[in-house]
C-alpha cells in the first residue's frame, strides 16, 4: 500500500488575511504525514504594483505580465509570502522548504504562444514537467515543499502560472509515489448550489452533475478551471479531490466531519 | 579522499550589472563537481526601497533592518535576486536551487540583542547553525544551492544576515563532508597592497601578516569582515580560501592564473 500524500491548494483571500493565515499553517502543520502546500499569490502583488506603479492590465479575466510583472509577482510570491509561509511553518515544527518552479527544476513550463492576446511571462504546463525525483528525496527527509505560482521555461525566463493548474500537475506527478489527496482550499464550504448559501455545499460531485450544473451556469466562472483540473487529476490516477474551506481542512483529512465537496 | 566541494560568495558589485552577472553565473555553471552560490544583495533593495518609500537606515555602516526593510530586502534577496540567478544558472545546465534560511531550515539564526542600538530583524549566526544534511543531500543528487542572506530564528521571524559571515559558516559546516573551498568574488583581484593599483595583490596572506597590515591600517574597512571570516574558517577545517575578482573565478578553479589573494 502506497503511503499518503496530501497536496493542499490554497487560495488568495486566506494569504490575505495574516490571521486567517497563521491559523491555516498551524492546521496544515498539525497534518500527519507527507505533504505538500501550493499558494497563490491574492492581493498583494496588485498592492504592491500601485504603489510601485505597476498597472495590473486584465483581459479576460487575466493578468498580462509584462517585464515588470513578471519581477514584481517574483518578489511578492517567490519572495515574501512564500518565505514569510516558510518561517511560519519552521515555527510550526513543520520543515518546510519554498520553491518556485525554477528551483530544482521543479517546473518547467512553455511561455504561452501569442496568438490575438499577448500574456506575456505567463507559463503553460503539461504533465511530465515536474521533477518528481526531487520531491520524493525531499518528502523521504520529511521536508515539505511550500509552492509558489512562478515556474521556469529552461531558458532563463521566469514565468506567472495559474496555482490550481500547478498543484493538479504536481498531484498527477507524484500519483505513481503517493496515493495522492487533493485539496483545493478556500473561503467557501465547497462547491455550493446556491453560492450564498455555505451549508448547500454538494458533499460528492460526478463529472456527469458537473456538466449538467455548467449547462445551466449554476457553476461561477472561479469555479471552472479549480473543477476541469480536479477532474482531469483523478482521471489520472490521484486517490481524490475535494474542494473545501480552508478551515475544514483538518476535519475532513482527519475523517472526522466531511464539510466540503468530493470529487468523484 | 574528500570530493571537493567550491562554496563562492558574490558581491554586490557584479550583481548590480546584469551583463557581468550573466557572465559570471556562465562561469560558476562551468565549474565541474559540487558548489555552492551564496549571494549579497547589493543595490537593488535600496533603489526599490525609495520607489516604495522605505528610507535605508545605516548606523556605524549597518543596514538597520525594521518590519518594513525584513520585507523589501526578503522580496529582493529571496525572491527578485535570487529566482532569476536559479533561472539564469538553470538555462545554463546547472540544476540550482534557492534557498534563504528558513528554507528546509537551512541557516537558523539569533536576532541581534538589542545594546545601545536597536538593529531591528538583523540575525547573527555561530557554527553549527546550518542544516548540512539536507545540503549534502542535494549535492548528492547533483543540485546545487543559491542561497540569498536571509536566515530565521525557528519563531517565525526572517533576519537579515551578512552573506559573508554565511558562506563561512557553510564552509564550517561542509568541512567534514568535503574538501572545501570557499572564495569571496568581488570587483577587485584579491587583498590588495595599494587599493588603486589592482596588480598589486597579495598571493598569499598569513595571519601574521594580515594582523601587521590591519595594525598599519592598510587593509581598507569592507575587506575586515571577509578576512576575519576566512581567518576563522581555514583554522576550523576548510581546504583552502581565496578573495579574488569575480571573474577570474575559473582561472583559479582550474589552477590556470593564480591571480587572487589566497589566506593561509
Redesign the interface.
Known amino acids: 500500500m502506497k503511503e499518503k500524500l496530501y497536496i493542499i491548494k490554497i487560495g488568495g483571500n486566506v494569504i490575505d488575511s495574516p490571521k486567517a493565515l497563521d491559523r491555516f499553517l498551524s492546521d496544515f502543520s498539525a497534518i500527519k504525514g507527507k505533504k505538500i502546500l501550493v499558494h497563490g499569490g491574492g492581493k498583494i502583488a496588485t498592492e ?1 504594483g500601485k ?3 505597476i498597472e495590473t492590465k486584465m483581459v479576460e479575466g487575466r493578468r498580462i505580465t509584462d517585464a515588470a510583472t513578471i ?1 514584481l509577482v ?7 509570502i ?3 509561509m ?3 511553518l ?2 510550526k515544527n513543520c ?4 520553491f ?1 518552479g ?4 521543479l517546473i518547467r513550463a512553455v511561455k504561452r504562444p501569442v496568438k490575438t492576446i499577448d500574456y506575456g511571462f505567463v507559463g503553460d504546463i503539461e504533465d511530465g514537467s515536474i521533477n518528481s ?2 520531491v520524493v ?2 518528502l523521504g ?1 520529511e ?1 515539505m515543499p511550500v509552492v509558489c505560482p ?1 515556474t ?1 521555461d ?5 514565468l506567472n502560472t495559474n496555482a490550481d493548474t500547478i498543484a493538479a500537475v504536481l498531484a498527477v506527478a507524484m500519483a505513481s509515489s503517493y496515493e495522492t489527496r487533493l485539496f483545493y482550499c478556500f473561503e467557501k464550504n465547497g462547491v455550493l448550489r446556491d453560492v450564498n448559501d455555505d451549508s448547500s455545499f454538494i458533499p460528492e460531485l460526478s463529472q456527469n452533475h458537473y456538466e449538467e450544473m455548467k449547462g445551466k451556469k449554476q457553476i461561477y466562472e472561479g469555479m471552472i478551471p479549480k473543477l476541469d483540473n480536479a477532474f482531469l487529476t483523478v482521471s489520472k490516477g490521484v486517490h481524490s479531490v475535494y474542494i473545501c474551506n480552508a478551515f475544514h481542512l483538518s476535519s475532513i483529512v482527519n475523517n472526522a466531519q466531511p464539510i466540503g465537496t468530493r470529487i468523484s
Chains 1, 2 share one sequence.
Open positions: 504592491l504603489k510601485l506603479g519581477d517574483t518578489m511578492t510570491y517567490a519572495g515574501l512564500n518565505k514569510k516558510v518561517a511560519a519552521q515555527s520543515n518546510a522548504i519554498g518556485s525554477a528551483d530544482g527544476n525525483t526531487l528525496s525531499l527527509q521536508v512562478i521556469h529552461g531558458n532563463g525566463n521566469l
